[in-house]
């Protein structure tokens, strides 16, 4: 493992426990995308069904085990809990999210690396993942102001997917057979989604002012 790899699961792992602050803290979930939640769940469950039969260290247990515990608590929460329940943006989030998992299916039956269950399934979380925050950047854009904690989550999470390009960067010119060249398309483009959000949170940041994201 390089420093960027590390540097993008500890940011990835940030934005999670941003959420989780919010969430639980505030007794609220106001500003942030179910949709895009949801998005994430079924990410890490096609991502991670190598869990059970492919070993690679313990840190890479423990970290498939919190993305997929904590990405499942955050949704059941979100749907199940009365008290979060009433606080979600239902009028807001109304991104039609089903499309984005549909088209990063098809696209991962017509452009994979290799042609196995576990292989079309991982391109299919690569692809769903660069769109998944498109429910969470629209909502934000609707209701116009950002508490500093949703915006903390969203640029941590932005960060991650950063890193991870760096990540890629290092490894093909370090590694002689490293080919995820579907991972690193579709980690740029994930990255160019963010750069809206990531433009408006550093002039809040420079003037010191709540983050506002204009319709």
Same mark, same amino acid.
């Given at each position: 493992m390089n420093i !960027?790899? !590390? +540097?993008?699961?500890?940011? @990835?792992? &940030?934005?999670? *426990?941003?959420?989780?602050?919010? &969430?639980?803290a505030t007794k609220s979930c106001s500003g942030i995308s179910l949709k895009t939640q949801e998005l994430y769940a079924l990410v890490f469950l096609a991502r991670y069904l190598d869990l059970f039969t492919d070993f690679v260290s313990v840190y890479n247990t423990v970290m498939k085990v919190v993305f997929i515990v904590s990405s499942v608590a955050i949704v059941w929460c979100m749907r199940v809990d009365r008290v979060m329940r009433r606080s979600y943006d239902k009028d807001l989030d109304t991104f039609? @999210? @089903? !499309?984005? &998992?549909?088209?990063? !299916?098809? *696209? +991962?039956?017509?452009? @994979?690396e290799k042609l196995t269950f576990q292989e079309i399934f991982w391109a299919v979380s690569i692809y769903l993942e660069a769109l998944a925050i498109l429910p969470q950047l629209v909502l934000l854009q609707r209701s116009g102001n950002v508490d500093n904690l949703t915006g903390q989550y969203v640029l941590f999470l932005g960060a991650y997917r950063a890193f991870y390009i760096l990540n890629w960067i290092y490894r093909y010119f370090t590694e002689q057979h490293f080919t995820r060249w579907i991972a690193c398309v579709s980690g740029i483009v994930q990255t160019a989604l963010y750069a809206d959000f990531f433009y408006y949170y550093f002039i809040s940041w420079k003037n010191n002012a709540k983050l506002q994201i204009p319709a």
């Amino acid at each position: 493992m390089n420093i !960027f790899r !590390f +540097a993008g699961d500890v940011t @990835h792992l &940030i934005s999670i *426990l941003v959420l989780l602050l919010k &969430i639980y803290a505030t007794k609220s979930c106001s500003g942030i995308s179910l949709k895009t939640q949801e998005l994430y769940a079924l990410v890490f469950l096609a991502r991670y069904l190598d869990l059970f039969t492919d070993f690679v260290s313990v840190y890479n247990t423990v970290m498939k085990v919190v993305f997929i515990v904590s990405s499942v608590a955050i949704v059941w929460c979100m749907r199940v809990d009365r008290v979060m329940r009433r606080s979600y943006d239902k009028d807001l989030d109304t991104f039609r @999210h @089903h !499309f984005l &998992i549909l088209t990063s !299916f098809l *696209l +991962a039956l017509l452009v @994979h690396e290799k042609l196995t269950f576990q292989e079309i399934f991982w391109a299919v979380s690569i692809y769903l993942e660069a769109l998944a925050i498109l429910p969470q950047l629209v909502l934000l854009q609707r209701s116009g102001n950002v508490d500093n904690l949703t915006g903390q989550y969203v640029l941590f999470l932005g960060a991650y997917r950063a890193f991870y390009i760096l990540n890629w960067i290092y490894r093909y010119f370090t590694e002689q057979h490293f080919t995820r060249w579907i991972a690193c398309v579709s980690g740029i483009v994930q990255t160019a989604l963010y750069a809206d959000f990531f433009y408006y949170y550093f002039i809040s940041w420079k003037n010191n002012a709540k983050l506002q994201i204009p319709a």
